[in-house]
Structures are given as C-alpha cells and as structure tokens.
C-alpha cells in the first residue's frame, strides 16, 4: 500500500491569514467610526443652516473666506504624502453638507477641454452639488446672477465674458481660479464680498496692465480690445475704482 504523505501545515501562512483578518477588522471598524462621524457632522451642517449663519441678501450659501481656513486648518494635520486625498475627502465631505441646506447648482462653460474643467469643478465642489454644462458663457452668468448658484468659466477660449463683470454682470464676483499656477478658469457667483478667500484680487481694468494704484503689479491673464483679465496681490477693495471684481486663494 502506497504512503501517503501529508504536507505540514505552513506557519508562517496561518500567521498572514491572521494578521490580513486582524487589518482588515480593524479597518471595518475604522469605516464605522467614519460614517458616524460624517453624520455627526451632517447634523451640524443642519444647525448651522437653520441658525441661518450662510450669507443673506441674495447671496448664494457659499462662504469662501471660511472654507479657505478650515481647509488650512485641516491640512496642518495631513502628512505631505496625503495632502491631495485629505483635500479631496474634506471637499466631499463639506459638499454634502451644503448640499442639507440645498443642492448647489454650478454651470460650466469651457470650449478647450470641457471634460478638464468639469473634473476640476467636481473636485471644488463635490459630487452633492449639481453640475451641467453651458455652451454660451452669457447664459452662465446669467444663471449666476439669479441666485440660485455658479458659473466657471473658461479664460483664454475665444469670448471675454469676464469683460461683463464691470458691467452687465456686476453683481457677480470671482471667488475661486482653476488650474495650476496661472489659472485657467475661474469660478463666480452672487457672493457676499465679506466672504470672499483671502489671496489675490481679480481686476478687470482698461487701458493697459501697469499697476492698480498702490504700487503692485499685475499679472495678466487675457486681454481683449484695450481691457485686460488680470490679478494683483494689492488689497484693493471690490467694487472700487481699481476695478476688482473679486478674488482668488
């Protein structure tokens, strides 16, 4: 009769069976305390919204000035290696909060490279808020200007659209650029100045770029018959005659 031979049982295997069970606990664990923390922080959105402390007067909900510094907050934190992801979780997760006081609406309108800009709108304001595409920055700014959300907005591609926010689109302020470095396009809205981040102003000015009348400098960002898209680091007040029309972090 033929022996048999019967294998060992392997102990260093069992050992990383052991120990994979013991991660993957601890991680189902961790998953539970995060969703209840996240819904703990839910219910806080709740209160806030009903002690109304979001803009008033026609604004939209938005408060950049107060995102900018929780975010900085929140990354003090974060190791340099995680910085991105942390950024992208807390962006999801301050979404949806907004998002208990009413979806935020957000029109896009960029002809270059449209999927670009949508990724970068969905990364600004998570996946709660309610984004759609625009062929016609004109009807952008319009529904901006009503209210009920915001517009990004392509520079650079073809139509100076920024040119209305001196005008006809006044009401409307800059409170967020995209891209990296010189931004590409820039976020407006019906927002409250006191709210705007802190970081550099947006002017829209005619009649060159040499300074804004308190000795800085410009950096350009489009022109178009004489009026030029620019920003500088000066403090210049929104609204006033340097011609800011708002303000990027």
């Known amino acids: 009769m033929p022996l048999t031979l019967v294998k060992s049982p392997d102990p260093t295997a069992d050992l990383e069976r052991m120990t994979l069970a013991a991660l993957r606990h601890e991680i189902d664990e961790i998953d539970a305390e995060m969703v209840s923390l996240f819904q703990k922080r839910l219910a806080l959105a709740d209160r806030v919204g009903k002690a109304k402390d979001a803009p008033t007067g026609g604004y939209v909900k938005l408060r950049p000035d107060r995102e900018q510094a929780v975010l900085a907050h929140v990354l003090q934190g974060a190791r340099p290696d995680t910085q991105e992801a942390v ?6 997760v301050v979404g949806h909060g907004l998002a208990r006081q009413g979806q935020l609406a957000v029109r896009v309108w960029a002809p270059v490279e449209p999927a670009r800009a949508f990724d970068a709108a969905r990364l600004r304001f998570g996946r709660a808020a309610e984004l759609k ?15 009920k959300g ?3 907005l392509a520079i650079n591609a073809g139509d100076p659209w ?4 001196r005008r006809k689109w006044s009401t409307l302020s800059v409170f967020e650029g995209f891209g990296k470095g010189v931004p590409t ?6 927002i409250d100045p006191g709210a705007l981040p802190r970081g ?6 005619a009649g060159g770029d040499a300074g804004d009348g308190s000795g800085a400098g410009r950096r350009g960002l489009d022109t178009h018959h004489g009026w030029s898209l620019s920003l500088t680091s000066a403090a210049v007040v929104p609204g006033g005659p340097e011609g800011c029309v708002g303000a990027i972090a």
């Not at 920024?162 to 926010?165: A, E, F, I, P, S």
């Open 87 to 92: 950024e992208a979780l807390w962006r999801e």
């Open 133 to 147: 595409s625009e062929r016609d920055p004109q009807a952008a700014l319009a529904f901006a200007a009503e209210g």
């Open 150 to 152: 915001v517009a990004v």
């Open 162 to 165: 920024w040119m209305g926010l």
């Open 185 to 190: 396009a820039l976020a407006v809205g019906r």
């Open 200 to 205: 550099d102003r947006v002017l829209v000015t």
